[in-house]
């Protein structure tokens, strides 16, 4: 009996044995350095791999945008708090160009295994719609909505335009002779563009940058006459002095952009299209394993939920919104709708939501 139990013992222990051994393999990155950390997503298994815990190695983000823009501004401290909670380095990439198209493509045609993230915008929801890509949300899980903000129509300070009204008349005066940052076709700038020549007749000169900070920066130096911009650049460039808000595209003031004035005031014809603005958020592939996906929405919801970056959504005017899963589904499926119809008022696409298929 004595015999038997040392056996088993020993068996024990050199399973034991094997087990950490495996574990210390895991958990040692390509530089050969131990990375071991316990986290809130150990645990999550991924697909028929055993007992390897997600993740194993640093996950890479790809900001459809450029950098210094809007999305980039709010992605990259989240990022910052999440990957303290997953233990392992979110690597923040821009990848610009096709209003985002690109990066969206390059993301889905990585694997479908969460270490490949889209950090990105509200744009993709109208890509089939405008004829930019096939893709759509549709092809991506959620794995958080970060939040929402408003848009504001800016020209530089010394810029002898005062009123939307000004603009619209030197437009109609010369088509021409005014110029529009965007970000491309299918951008907030090139959306807002539409609705103003809907409820003005108004037309403008756009110019394609790779990104809101980009498109503001050639405003500011005087290689385009007005931009709109997001309440995260709006409010800083605002009080600095650096811009001049004609008008906020919101039915009621903004608070935090002192001085500005909705544009229903010159222009009450353009609540129909209002609320309008972007959202931001975090997507992987479609067919990422489930467990994975809520491995990384559970941290992405814990950083979220931090303090200090509830503090940052506040100083930045953006309204938090932290959906995933079907509220998170949902929330992109009436936005798509609510901007197809605005289009389709605005005579920018010929087929109404109905006629796309958008429920």
Same mark, same amino acid.
């Not at 051994?21 to 791999?49: H, I, L, P, V």
């Not at 129509?153 to 619209?168: K, M, Q, R």
């Not at 808000?245 to 014809?269: C, Q, R």
């Given at each position: 009996?004595?015999?038997?139990?040392?056996?088993?013992?020993?068996?024990?222990?050199?399973?034991?044995?094997?087990?950490?051994g495996?574990?210390?393999?895991?958990?040692?990155?390509?530089?050969?350095?131990?990375?071991a950390?316990?986290t809130?997503?150990?645990?999550a298994?991924?697909?028929g791999?055993g007992?390897?815990?997600?993740?194993?190695?640093?996950?890479?983000?790809?900001?459809?945008w450029?950098?210094?823009?809007g999305t980039?501004?709010?992605?990259?401290?989240l990022?910052?708090?999440?990957e303290?909670?997953?233990?392992k380095?979110?690597?923040?990439?821009?990848?610009t160009?096709?209003?985002?198209?690109?990066?969206?493509?390059f993301?889905?045609?990585q694997?479908a295994?969460g270490?490949s993230l889209?950090?990105?915008?509200?744009?993709?929801a109208?890509y089939k719609?405008?004829?930019?890509?096939?893709?759509?949300?549709?092809?991506?899980?959620?794995?958080?909505?970060?939040?929402?903000?408003?848009?504001?129509?800016?020209?530089?300070?010394?810029?002898?335009y005062?009123?939307?009204?000004d603009?619209?008349n030197?437009?109609k005066?010369?088509?021409e002779?005014v110029?529009? +940052?965007t970000?491309?076709?299918?951008?907030? =700038?090139?959306e !807002? &563009?539409?609705?103003i020549?809907?409820?003005?007749g108004? *037309?403008?000169?756009?110019?394609?940058?790779?990104g809101?900070?980009s498109a503001?920066?050639?405003v500011?130096g005087?290689n385009?006459?007005?931009?709109?911009?997001?309440?995260?650049?709006?409010i800083e460039?605002?009080?600095?002095?650096?811009?001049k808000?004609?008008?906020t595209?919101?039915?009621?003031?903004?608070?935090?952009?002192?001085?500005?004035?909705?544009?229903?005031?010159?222009?009450?014809g353009?609540?129909?299209y209002?609320?309008?603005?972007?959202?931001?958020?975090?997507?992987?592939k479609?067919g990422t394993p489930?467990e994975?996906?809520?491995?990384?929405?559970?941290?992405?919801?814990?950083?979220?939920?931090?303090?200090?970056?509830?503090?940052l959504?506040?100083?930045?005017n953006?309204?938090?919104?932290?959906?995933?899963?079907?509220? +998170?589904?949902t929330?992109?499926?009436?936005w =798509?709708?609510? !901007? &197809?119809?605005a289009?389709?008022?605005?005579g920018v696409? *010929?087929?109404?939501?109905?006629?796309?298929g958008?429920?």
């Amino acid at each position: 009996m004595k015999k038997w139990l040392a056996a088993a013992l020993a068996m024990c222990m050199t399973a034991s044995l094997c087990a950490c051994g495996n574990d210390s393999a895991a958990s040692t990155t390509a530089g050969g350095t131990d990375t071991a950390k316990t986290t809130a997503a150990e645990g999550a298994q991924a697909s028929g791999s055993g007992s390897t815990a997600f993740p194993e190695h640093d996950i890479n983000g790809w900001v459809m945008w450029g950098a210094g823009g809007g999305t980039d501004n709010i992605v990259r401290p989240l990022c910052t708090y999440t990957e303290k909670i997953l233990g392992k380095s979110i690597v923040v990439n821009n990848k610009t160009g096709a209003t985002g198209a690109v990066a969206t493509q390059f993301v889905h045609d990585q694997s479908a295994d969460g270490y490949s993230l889209l950090l990105g915008a509200e744009n993709p929801a109208l890509y089939k719609i405008l004829g930019i890509s096939e893709l759509t949300y549709d092809n991506f899980d959620t794995v958080l909505l970060i939040g929402n903000e408003e848009l504001s129509l800016v020209v530089a300070p010394d810029s002898p335009y005062e009123t939307v009204t000004d603009l619209v008349n030197a437009a109609k005066a010369d088509p021409e002779s005014v110029i529009m +940052a965007t970000t491309g076709d299918g951008g907030s =700038q090139w959306e !807002a &563009a539409a609705f103003i020549k809907a409820v003005t007749g108004a *037309e403008f000169t756009q110019l394609p940058f790779d990104g809101d900070a980009s498109a503001l920066t050639a405003v500011m130096g005087g290689n385009a006459h007005f931009t709109t911009i997001k309440s995260t650049q709006a409010i800083e460039a605002n009080r600095a002095g650096t811009i001049k808000i004609l008008a906020t595209l919101t039915k009621e003031p903004v608070e935090a952009l002192e001085g500005s004035k909705p544009i229903t005031e010159e222009y009450p014809g353009f609540e129909e299209y209002l609320p309008f603005g972007p959202f931001y958020g975090v997507w992987v592939k479609e067919g990422t394993p489930e467990e994975v996906t809520k491995a990384l929405s559970d941290a992405f919801q814990e950083g979220f939920e931090n303090p200090d970056f509830q503090e940052l959504l506040t100083s930045m005017n953006i309204n938090p919104l932290g959906l995933t899963g079907e509220e +998170a589904n949902t929330y992109i499926a009436q936005w =798509q709708k609510s !901007a &197809a119809t605005a289009l389709y008022k605005a005579g920018v696409i *010929e087929k109404s939501p109905e006629e796309l298929g958008i429920q």
